[in-house]
């Protein structure tokens, strides 16, 4: 499981801090694919990295922290923020944004394979022993084992981010997380490596967490998702609930500007921009776009609450409903 504590980052520049993630606090699941969505620079990534533990100055954590906890192999464990990285490729993968140029187009993928699974889970084993387990693997996933004698640049876009996630989770871990993993590539590629994912998810009953702008990828393979707008959570609930039954004004404007088959009604989008993070609006960040803001939320921030069970989000109207209905 990975517990987001009260958990706030910034950049900090010349000019000032940027708070980047404001106060998040929610848990995501053990067995669940878990959907972080937003538009572009709302936090999504900076969210990621600090969930795998990749926190580099100028990016610091203000407050709170992530633990990831769980049981592998019938063995408890449990790293805090600062400590996540050591558990690295057994508890926990990360699959990078544009992870197609991680890989180094001029080594063949074997050398990049033996190079990545650490010496210790190696153990006794020769350099062919252990390239016949990843072949093996290769095979699970329905990927032929003769790439290994391939190099990256011989490959297409699809078949290198289906090697990548193969590298990232040949260890078994029990958290995987994407980063935008069908960017750049076609419909149908697209559709195979979400398939690969889901499967993978299926096979390793562990945790993914799926970071993308695009609406449709959340549809298609997330059990749970996140909204966020402006470094903060503003919804939280059900995949399924939040297309059906979008309770943040936000999510209802961005639910609704989605294109869906056989309706022919024009899409609008929503008004205006996001704030600059260097210079949010007081109060709620989303009040200048909100058709339904009141003063109240141009002055004072909305607590992220349980509205529903299982349901959260960040609005001032629905915590007031909430205690009007006790
Ligand atoms: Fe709109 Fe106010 Fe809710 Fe923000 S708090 S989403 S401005 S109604």
Partial sequence: MLKIDHLSTSYKTIDGDIHVINDLNFEIYDNEIFGIAGESGCGKTTLLKTLYDIVEFPLVIDQGKVILSGEKNGQPFSF???????????????????AQSVLNPIVRLKKQFLDSIPKEDRKNETEKQTLDRVSKYLEELSLSPDILESFPFQLSGGMRQRVIIALATFMGPRVVLADEPTTALDVVVQRGILMMLMRLQKQLKNTMVIVSHD????YQITNRMAIMYSGSVIELGPTEDIFNDPIHPYTQMLVNALPRVGDKS???GIPGRPPALASP?????????????????????????EIRPGRFAACHLLNEEVQKNG
């Fill in 281 to 305: 609006p007081p109060g709620c960040r989303f009040a200048p776009r909100c058709p339904k803001a009141t003063d109240r939320c141009r002055k004072e921030v909305p607590e992220f609450r």
């Fill in 80 to 98: 805090e923020s600062g400590e996540i990285r050591k558990t690295w490729w057994h508890n926990i993968s990360y699959v990078p944004q544009a």
């Fill in 266 to 268: 024009a899409k609008v």
């Fill in 215 to 218: 609406m449709g990828v959340h």
